[in-house]
C-alpha cells in the first residue's frame, strides 16, 4: 500500500499515537465489531506527519465477510469537508485511494481529521494528518532576577512562530564552566514565553541559558546566553514616593523616596529615573540623571497644575559588578499640585478657570465632594493641599473619563455621563 | 446491604424529626446535584468537540456507537424498569464513568496539550461523578435496595497497534456522551423519585 509521502528535505518526526491506557477496553475503529459481521476499514497510513506543501497518498481498506465489503461507493472527508471524488481511485475491490497535494498546515492542533466513508455516510476509519512546519530557533532570550534570589527568563519564538503543530519550549541553564543541564520547570510565568527558576542559583559565577523548541517535525535551539546573575538583577520600585510643593514657588515640586529595601543589606549603588507628566496628558517626561540620591526637585513646571511622578530604580554595582542591572518597573503614580500663580487673573483674583477648563461651577462642586470625602477618610480636620492633591489622583484614577466628558458637556449633554453626581 | 460513603445519618438520633423528611431531602439534593452535572456535560462535550476539530463538532456527526469497557447507553427499555432498579443502574454506569473520563483526560492531556479548560472540565468530570454515584449508592441504601457493590476493575486491554488519534478521539467522544447521557438519565429517574414527581 502507497505510504504517504513528506514534502522535501523533511525528516518526519513522527510521533507514535498516544498509547493505550491500562484502564481502556475499547473496540478500535477498524477492528470487527463482535459478532456484528459490519464492515469495518483501515486507513494507512495512520497519522502522519507532513510538511506544509507536501503531498499525501492514503488509501483506506474494507475488511469484511458480506457482500457489502468492497470498497465501490467509499468517499473522503478531511476535517467534515468532502473530497472532490477526482481525488479518490479505487486500486482493487476493497482498497480505494486518496491523493493531496500542496497541503495545508492543519487545523487544529489534534490533527486533521481525514476520515473513510460508506456509500450510506457511515464512518468506516480515520485518521489525523500533521501538517506544519519544523520550529524556527527560538532568539532574543532576556533574563532578570528579582533581588537576586531567582531568574525569570523569556525569548521569542522563532521567525514566523505559528507551526501549525504543537510545539514544546523548553528553557535549559548550567553553570558554565561545569554542572548538568538543568531544565527550568515553572513555565508561562510572565507571558506565554517565558519561564522562572526559583531557587538555587549560583552567584559570582556564569550561566549559560538556552531554549530548545521542538515539534513532530524537527527541532531548534536558541544560541546560548551566558550571564552572571548579579548582571541581570532588578528589584521591586522604590517604595514610599512623595511628591510636595517646594514652598510657594509655582513651579517646582519636590519628589522623595526610599531605596527597595530587599537590596538594603548588599553592597550597590542605585540609580533612579523620575518620569511625570500632566494630569491629562499621555506625554511623559523623563528626569534621567538622578543618581543615587533619594529625592530630587522638578523645577520648570507649570504653576496650578496637577504633576503625576514615577520613580524606578536600577540596582547597579551590586557587589562591585561594573554592569548597571536592570530597571524596576515603576512606582505607583503620585500626585501633586503646583501653586496657582499669585498674578490676578481676569476678573479679579477670583479662582478663575484659565483657557481650556472647565467652568468654575464643577471645581466648586468638585470641593463640595471632597470635603465629603474628607470627612470620610481624613483623621485630621486641617485641610491642607497635599491632602487635595491625593484626593486628584484617586479621582483621577477612579473617574478617568471624567474631564473628558466634561469637556464634551460644556458643548452638549452627554446621556450617562460618569464621575461624580451633579 | 452495603453502605458506601455519604450514607444518611440514622434517622432515630434526632428522634424530633421524621424520617421521610431527611429521605426527601436527600433526594432532592441528589436530584439537584444531577441536575447541575447535566448542565456541565452538554458543556464538556461541546468543548470536547471543539478540540477535535470537524467533523466531530458538526450536527449529525455520529461514529459507531461501540460499547465501551462494559458500558453502554441506557437501554431503550430503561424508562419501563422501576425506580429501583433504574437507579442501580445508573449507580452502576456512574461508577464506571471517572476511571473513563480519566482516560479522556490523559489521551486529551497528548493530544491537545494546551486546551487546558477542557482538561480541567474532564478532571472535574470524573470528580463529580463520582459524587453523584455516592450520592445514588447511599439513596439505594436509604431505600432499602441492594446497589450493586464494586464494579469491575477494568482490564488492561487487548493493546493493538491499529488504535490511533483518531480513535482516541472518537473514544473520548463516546465517553462523554455517556457521561451526558447518564447524568441525564439519573436526573430524570431521580425526578420521578422525588416527592411530587411520578410514581
Known amino acids: 500500500?502507497?505510504?504517504?509521502?513528506?514534502?522535501?528535505?523533511?525528516?518526519?518526526a513522527r510521533r507514535p499515537p498516544p498509547p493505550l491506557l491500562p484502564l481502556l477496553l475499547l473496540c478500535v475503529l477498524g477492528a470487527p465489531r463482535a459478532g456484528s459481521g459490519a464492515d469495518t476499514a483501515v486507513i494507512s497510513p495512520q497519522d502522519p506527519t507532513l510538511l506544509i506543501g507536501s503531498s499525501l497518498q492514503a488509501t483506506c481498506s474494507v475488511h469484511g465477510d458480506s457482500p457489502g465489503a468492497t470498497a465501490e461507493g467509499l468517499y473522503w472527508t478531511l476535517n467534515g469537508r468532502r473530497l472532490p471524488p477526482e481525488l479518490s481511485r479505487m486500486l482493487n475491490a476493497s482498497t480505494m485511494a486518496l491523493a493531496l497535494a500542496n497541503l495545508n498546515g492543519s487545523r487544529q492542533q489534534s490533527g486533521d481529521n481525514l476520515v473513510c466513508h460508506a456509500r450510506d455516510g457511515s464512518i468506516l476509519a480515520g485518521s489525523c494528518l500533521y501538517v506544519g512546519l519544523p520550529p524556527e530557533k527560538p532568539f532574543n532570550i532576556s533574563c532578570w532576577s528579582k533581588n537576586m534570589k531567582d531568574l525569570t527568563c523569556r525569548w521569542t519564538p522563532g521567525a514566523h512562530g505559528e507551526t501549525f503543530l504543537h510545539t514544546n519550549y523548553s528553557l535549559k541553564y548550567k553553570l558554565r564552566w561545569y554542572g548538568q543541564d538543568n531544565t527550568c520547570e515553572?513555565?508561562?510565568?510572565v507571558g506565554p514565553h517565558s519561564c522562572h527558576i526559583p531557587k538555587d542559583l549560583a552567584l559570582f559565577t556564569p550561566y549559560e541559558i538556552w531554549v530548545e523548541a521542538t515539534n513532530r517535525l524537527g527541532s531548534a535551539r536558541s544560541d546560548v546566553l551566558t550571564l552572571d546573575i548579579l548582571d541581570v538583577v532588578t528589584t521591586d520600585p522604590p517604595p514610599d514616593v512623595h511628591v510636595s510643593r517646594v514652598g510657594g514657588l509655582e513651579d517646582q515640586l519636590s519628589v522623595r523616596w526610599v531605596s527597595p529595601p530587599a537590596l538594603k543589606d548588599f553592597l550597590f549603588q542605585a540609580k533612579y529615573q523620575i518620569r511625570y507628566r500632566v494630569e491629562d496628558s499621555v506625554d511623559w517626561k523623563v528626569v534621567d540623571d538622578v543618581s543615587n540620591q533619594t529625592s530630587c526637585r522638578l523645577a520648570g513646571l507649570k504653576p496650578g497644575t496637577v504633576y503625576f511622578v514615577q520613580v524606578r530604580c536600577n540596582p547597579f554595582g551590586i557587589y562591585g559588578s561594573k554592569k548597571a542591572g536592570i530597571w524596576s518597573e515603576w512606582s505607583h503614580p503620585t500626585a501633586a499640585s503646583t501653586p496657582r500663580s499669585e498674578r490676578p487673573g481676569p476678573g479679579g483674583g477670583a479662582c478663575e478657570p484659565r483657557g481650556g477648563e472647565p467652568s468654575s461651577g464643577p471645581v466648586r462642586r468638585e470641593l463640595k465632594q471632597f470635603l465629603g470625602w474628607l470627612k470620610k477618610h481624613a483623621y485630621c480636620s486641617n485641610l491642607s493641599f497635599r491632602l487635595y492633591d491625593q484626593w486628584r489622583a484617586w479621582m483621577q484614577k477612579s473617574h478617568k473619563t471624567r474631564n473628558q466628558d466634561e469637556g464634551i458637556l460644556s458643548s452638549g449633554r452627554r446621556g450617562a455621563a460618569r464621575g461624580p453626581a451633579r | 446491604m452495603s453502605r458506601r460513603e455519604g450514607s444518611l445519618e440514622d434517622p432515630q438520633a434526632d428522634s424530633s424529626a421524621s424520617p421521610l423528611t431527611h429521605l426527601e431531602a436527600k433526594i432532592q439534593q441528589t436530584h439537584s446535584l444531577a441536575r447541575l452535572l447535566t448542565k456541565y456535560a452538554e458543556q464538556l462535550l461541546q468543548e470536547y468537540v471543539q478540540h477535535q476539530g470537524d467533523p466531530f463538532g458538526l450536527p449529525g456527526f455520529s461514529p459507531p456507537r461501540l460499547p465501551v469497557a462494559d458500558l453502554s447507553d441506557p437501554a431503550?427499555?430503561?424508562?419501563?424498569?422501576?425506580?429501583?432498579?433504574?437507579?442501580?443502574?445508573?449507580?452502576?454506569?456512574?461508577?464506571?464513568?471517572?476511571?473513563?473520563?480519566?482516560?479522556v483526560r490523559r489521551l486529551q492531556a497528548e493530544l491537545n496539550p494546551r486546551a487546558l479548560r477542557l482538561l480541567r472540565r474532564l478532571e472535574d468530570a470524573a470528580r463529580q461523578v463520582r459524587a453523584l454515584g455516592a450520592a445514588v449508592e447511599a439513596l439505594l441504601g436509604a431505600l432499602g435496595a441492594e446497589s450493586r457493590g464494586p464494579g469491575p476493575e477494568y482490564a488492561a486491554a487487548a493493546a493493538t497497534d491499529s488504535a490511533g488519534v483518531f480513535p482516541a478521539k472518537v473514544l473520548g467522544f463516546r465517553v462523554c456522551g455517556l457521561y451526558l447521557e447518564w447524568v441525564s438519565r439519573t436526573e430524570v429517574d431521580l425526578g420521578q423519585l422525588a416527592p411530587g414527581g411520578p410514581a
Open chain 2, 76 to 103: 431503550p427499555g430503561h424508562a419501563d424498569l422501576p425506580v429501583q432498579e433504574r437507579l442501580r443502574l445508573d449507580a452502576a454506569a456512574l461508577a464506571a464513568l471517572p476511571q473513563l473520563l480519566d482516560v
Open chain 1, 1 to 12: 500500500m502507497p505510504a504517504g509521502r513528506p514534502g522535501p528535505a523533511a525528516q518526519s
Open chain 1, 186 to 189: 515553572e513555565y508561562h510565568t
